[in-house]
């Protein structure tokens, strides 16, 4: 068997994402979240008074908790040498899952050389330990020392194989930056989710290899990846919740775009509306309301969209901060990191991009409707003063009518002296018909000067 097939202490890492307070959630799914993480690590074993602890613990004042307190992590049952560390920072859990097989009765067989096939049962190990998928997304980090003489490129590649962490690894495609540093030699392997993909899609692996100097060597690079397992935790966050925030913007931009073609349909129904014979008031009014409904939605989404363009920006800005930390406090040039850096610029380039070319074009959208809203309201406006014209011309009509009737019938009744005479021709029934004429008559008369009125103002 050749050198490239075993590692001195070789370990396994997962780091996992969940939400922990989203924008606009209820306490009761912020309790939920809460519930579903910690049985990442406990299982169904969490006890009240656990739980109790736990929420007692997320009230401390810092961007960084310790969820754990003083304890900081949850040792794995004997014989396992692992343990989880759950930590928030923001709005964001996390949790390290760390294990590198049993633990040893004899110190000397610790730090023997293994196979590399051990990976594969330390990585199933972490995986049966909880059974709800990370919300947010989840990193490997593969690691341990070589052999003397061994070739790290290759290891890294049986490593990478056989451990199948991405469906139908190639090393070749998913192989994204390589380099150095503090010693090792570091592998970056990630394959994102497509635009239509969901977020359990996200595959990322970091491989580090640490040559062998000696028996002593094993415990300075214990220490190493001790120092950097906190700085891990929230690089990768960072890196996961860019990711993650992108796929978000696609939902988005998919209920966008179907609200987009009902806004076009009332845009192109406008026209006929505008131009018909006879307006259905009633119509234009259930329009209106449907129109308003939409846009109100249609602008939640566009606000939605916004937040996460900002949160893909932020945690872009945080994860090249930290890398920068992560060279200073390991006394390095930060230079030595640069390869690292290869998902900044391809997050810069696809993620920020896109999402800002998105918010860009659909936002024209709600200003389409916005103008749909005026010409509805303003066509509902124009039949409104129409109405009332109608309406006070008839009364106007009407009123002079009966005025004209009544007046007729007034003066007729006073010059009557007795029922029937001959100074009185005419019966009551008559005066009633004739005054009736007289007021249709006044009533028409009416009409004719009002419909004059009406045409002289709109011809000034």
Known sequence: ?????????PTVDLFVYDLADG????????????????????????????????????TEIGDYIDLLGNKKVAAFESPLDGYAYPVKFGDTYAVQFDLSGKIEPDSDKKFAPKEIDCLEGLKSTIISRFNQPATIGQSWLVWGELTSGQDALKTAKDCYNKLELVPNAKWDRDLKASGQFLGANFYELWLPPGDRGNISQNYHVLICFFPNSGEASISTTSQKMTKLYPQFLRLFGYRNKVIWAYQQSRQLKSDLKDASRKIQEIVSQLPEQVNAAKVDLKQLQKNLVYCLTIFSIYANYISRLEEQE????????????????????????KNELKFMASFSDFAEEKYVTQVKADNRSLSAGLRLLENAIQTIEGIIEIERAKSDRTLNFTIGTV???????????????????????????????????LSLLLGIAGGLVSAGLLKLLDRIRGSK
């Open 23 to 58: 924008i606009g959630q209820s306490e009761d799914k912020i309790s939920q979240n809460r519930q579903q993480f910690w049985q990442k690590i406990y299982g169904d074993k969490l006890s009240q008074p656990q739980q109790a602890q736990i929420e007692q613990a997320e």
């Open 310 to 333: 900002n949160t893909i920006k932020t945690n872009l800005n945080n994860y090249n901060k930290r890398l920068e930390t992560i060279a200073e406090r390991m006394g390095n040039d």
């Open 1 to 9: 068997m050749t050198n490239e097939n075993w590692l001195i202490y």
């Open 399 to 433: 009123g002079v009518g009966i005025g004209t009737s009544g007046v007729a019938a007034s003066i007729y009744a006073s010059q009557i002296k007795s029922p029937a005479s001959p100074e009185n021709p005419m019966s009551a029934s008559q005066v009633l018909v």
